[in-house]
């Protein structure tokens, strides 16, 4: 049986994912590869990866994805098979192992592949980050929170706090202090 991918492709999908919560994924993502001494073509890879880990949910009925209100099981079940059919819409585009494994691994605590796994902190860390019409954007130390009982990786976590907690927010902050005001 031939699939036309015109068919089964929803492309008002991709609309409805949000530009700033991928924008502020790959930065993340990018922050913690390069606090945890990643090289430029890994870093390289890891910022494709998160610019497409959610390329399957283009592929789920809009019905669903957009759905108002609490999801079944099942229309949670279907909104999960995005993460494989990321995997298998980049493989056989050709994008590198690691790039489709990020998107079949983005929600996966147990990933092997530490790509993924940086992909995987970064996207909760920017959705707890941001402000959305149902939810109030989380502090820092309450996104750390809740990336510690998703099982993020130690050395993620510590990469991130480094780079945005606050230590980091008070070294920012006595930047500004120490500067003559403009007039």
């Known amino acids: 049986m031939k699939i036309n991918i015109k068919d089964v492709l929803h492309y008002e999908n991709l ?8 924008a502020t994924t790959i930065v993340y993502a990018r922050a ?17 990866g998160a610019s497409l880990h959610d390329i ?5 009925p809009p019905s669903i994805l957009n759905k108002k209100g609490r999801l079944t099981k ?10 494989v059919i990321g995997y298998e819409v980049l493989k056989s585009a050709g994008y590198s192992v ?5 998107a079949r691994d983005h929600h996966n605590p147990m990933s092997k592949n530490n790509m993924a796994q940086i992909v995987r902190a970064a996207d909760i860390y920017s959705a707890m980050r941001e402000e959305r019409s149902y939810k ?9 929170e809740v990336l510690k009982s998703a ?7 510590n990469a991130l706090d480094k780079k945005y907690g606050k230590k980091q ?6 930047g500004f202090a120490t500067r003559p005001a403009i007039a």
Not at 74 to 83: P, T, V, Y
Not at 138 to 144: G, I, L, N, R, V
């Open 32 to 48: 913690i590869a390069e606090m945890l001494g990643y090289s430029k073509e890994d870093i390289h890879v890891i910022e494709v």
């Open 56 to 60: 399957g949910k283009s592929f789920i």
């Open 169 to 174: 927010q008070a070294r920012i902050t006595q």
């Open 98 to 102: 690691n790039v489709a494994e990020i």
């Open 136 to 144: 109030k954007p989380k502090t820092h130390e309450e996104a750390m």
């Open 74 to 83: 099942e229309e949670r079940e279907i909104i999960n098979l995005h993460s």
């Open 15 to 22: 609309k409805t994912i949000k530009y700033t919560h991928l």
């Open 151 to 157: 099982k993020v990786p130690q050395d993620i976590l």
